[in-house]
Every structure is written in structure tokens, then in C-alpha cells.
């Protein structure tokens, strides 16, 4: 069919935010190339699921509903996606880099004879003429990821191997429902033609999930240190501003490194990526690394020692002292405006 496909993941019922950040992108993808989207949803209790999905453009969405199929086991996710893409020859297929993404995109890949790019951080459409060949290839996936410890940003193509395949870290793209809700088409995969009892026979016994206590992706105002805060003792002070300004802290690899900061905090190409109204960024320099995971932010205010820090050159206002002099001010003022 040459349309454009998500993986999507479930949880507790739900369709996971990074497949519907993915739906939003396919269909873009979808737009420019001319062609249909389509979501995969592999699971139990999926009845209604597609709800979930038509606000995001989805034309088509193949439903495996079984009480085997979830929580997700590798071998029978793999088998069904598998043979589902050798029937329907998708043109573009993308799953979330998550655990169960970065489990079962290769295994796809490596049955299909396909490239995977992993950990993308954006997708775009594009042409490409090989240098040797002179051959001109049109409507190519640009498969984009930073490289070498993310000191290089890399743009990758599958010219010639189909489907053209990709993860997606959640939150480096916008969740976003049409204005208008289209009503698509619900195909039911039928199972029993796939897999079998043997593929069953890794059975998981309990599941436990410990639930994340700190929402730093959906916060609004983000104050974030890096190593140059000096301590863990001066995080307090990012602390403080962010409780006075109802915001989130977080931290750069760094100073997660350092110990200044709990890793569930981190920012960056290796931790969450945000977007928020108000990005704070106090000692941190600015490596490609971090700014991958907060370029996106609308407005960012660089508070460092060094006039000459990279995070300066994206940065909407920058000033040039201490943490231990300006933050306090900060509050200060903050604290007086809102009286």
C-alpha cells in the first residue's frame, strides 16, 4: 500500500503519548507524500481504541485484540508486525523509542531486510542523488539523530530497502489533534493465521510499574542546572525559584553525574526532551547533547558565568553572573511583583 505506519503502544488502556506524538508527525509525512496513515495497535480490551486515534488523522487502524497479547512479549508482537508489514508494504513505519520500541523495531527491521534508524529527533521528507550512481531518488525519509556523542547531527537515508524505518524519543514531537476529527477504518487482524501456542510460551507472571513522581515533560516553566551550579547544595536555590514560580528543576547530564540531581530530572539527548513556555538555564553550557532535548522551548533565559557559553547563542536573554548572586534576586523580585 506504500502508506505510512505507527506502532502503537498501550498502556493501562491507553494509547501512550510518544505513539500519538508519532501519529501527529505520520500525518505530515503522510500529507506530503500523498498517502494514507495507518496505526498498528496490538493488545487486549482494545474495543473503542480507535477513538483514540481518528483525532490524529489516522485513516486506517490494524487491531490485534487478544488477553495474550498484553502486557507486550516480544514474540508474538514481532511475528504479528511482521507479517502485517509483508502484506501491506508500508512506505514509512515508526515506533516510539521506548523499551518495548527499541525491542521491537530491530526484530521488525531484521526479518523485513530493512535500515532502522534509532532515537531520531526529527523527520523530514527529501530527495537524495547518489554521488557514484547519479541515480535520483525523490520522497525519501530524512531520518535525522545526533551522532558521535551528539556532537554532529546526522541525516540518514534507506534509499533502496523498504519500509524506510524509524524510533522516536517521546516529546521531541508535538502531540497535536486536527482541528477536525476524521472517522477512519478499523481493521481487525485476525491471529490465529499468525502466531501460534509455542509463541506464548514466554508468559509474564507479574507486572510492576512504579509511576514517575516528577512530571518535568508537561511542566510549563522548567529551572534547569548543569555542573557549573557547583553543588548539590546550590540546587536548592533552582528549588526555590521553581516553587516560586510554579515550575519543575531539572538537570544536564552533568550535574546528574555530579550527583547535584536525580536522574529522572535529566535533560538532554540521553534523558527527556521538553518544550515549555519558560526554560531556565543556570551553569549549563549549552553541548548539543542538552539542547537536542530543550531547543524547542519558547522562551530561554541562560544565567552563566561565561558570557561565551554556547546555551547563549539560543538563548532569548542571557545574564552574566553567579548562581549564588542572581537567583536569589530572582526570587526577591518575583516574590515582591506578586504581592
Do not use: W
Not at 507472571?205 to 518535568?216: D, F, H, L, P, Q
Amino acid at each position: 500500500m506504500n502508506n505510512v505506519f505507527v506502532y502503537c503502544e498501550i498502556e493501562d488502556g491507553n494509547i501512550v503519548d510518544v505513539s500519538l506524538e508519532l501519529c501527529t508527525k505520520g500525518r505530515k509525512l503522510a500529507d506530503q507524500l500523498g498517502c494514507k496513515l495507518e496505526a498498528v495497535v496490538i493488545g487486549d480490551a482494545l474495543k473503542g481504541i480507535e477513538s483514540q486515534l481518528f483525532p490524529f488523522g489516522v485513516d486506517f487502524v490494524h487491531v490485534a485484540n487478544d488477553k495474550r497479547l498484553y502486557p507486550y512479549t516480544t514474540t508474538p508482537h514481532t511475528k504479528i508486525v511482521v507479517e502485517l508489514f509483508k502484506a501491506e508494504k508500508p512506505e514509512i513505519t515508526l515506533f516510539g523509542a521506548t523499551s518495548v520500541g527499541r525491542d521491537l523495531a530491530p526484530r521488525v527491521a531484521s526479518a523485513l531486510g530493512s535500515g532502522l534508524t534509532a532515537d531520531c529527533t526529527s523527520l523530514e521528507i527529501g530527495e537524495h542523488i547518489d554521488p557514484k550512481t547519479k541515480k535520483e531518488y525523490k520522497n525519501l525519509l530524512y531520518q535525522i539523530r545526533p551522532a558521535f556523542g551528539g556532537n554532529i547531527i546526522a541525516t540518514i537515508i534507506n534509499p533502496d530497502t523498504r519500509p524506510q524505518m524509524a524510533t522516536v524519543r517521546e516529546g521531541v514531537m508535538k502531540k497535536e489533534p486536527l482541528a477536525k476529527t476524521k472517522i477512519g477504518e478499523v481493521k481487525n487482524i485476525d491471529i490465529s493465521k499468525i502466531v501460534t501456542d509455542v509463541d506464548f510460551a514466554v508468559k509474564i507472571i507479574e507486572r510492576k510499574i512504579e509511576k514517575s513522581k516528577v512530571n518535568i515533560k508537561g511542566a510549563q516553566i522548567v529551572v534547569a542546572g548543569g555542573y557549573g551550579v557547583g553543588s548539590k547544595e546550590n540546587f536548592k536555590l533552582l528549588y526555590e525559584l521553581a516553587a516560586v514560580l510554579g515550575g519543575e528543576v531539572a538537570g544536564s547530564r552533568a550535574a546528574v553525574d555530579a550527583g547535584f540531581v536525580e536522574h529522572e530530572r535529566q535533560i538532554g539527548q540521553t534523558g527527556v526532551t521538553v518544550r515549555p513556555k519558560l526554560y531556565i538555564a543556570c551553569g549549563i553550557s549549552g553541548a548539543v547533547q542538552h539542547t537536542a532535548g530543550m531547543a524547542e522551548s519558547s522562551m530561554v533565559i541562560s544565567i552563566n558565568n561565561d558570557p561565551n557559553a554556547p546555551i547563549n547563542t539560543i538563548a532569548d536573554y542571557s545574564i552574566n553572573g553567579s548562581i549564588e548572586e542572581v537567583l536569589p534576586k530572582m526570587i526577591k523580585y518575583y516574590k515582591q511583583n506578586t504581592k
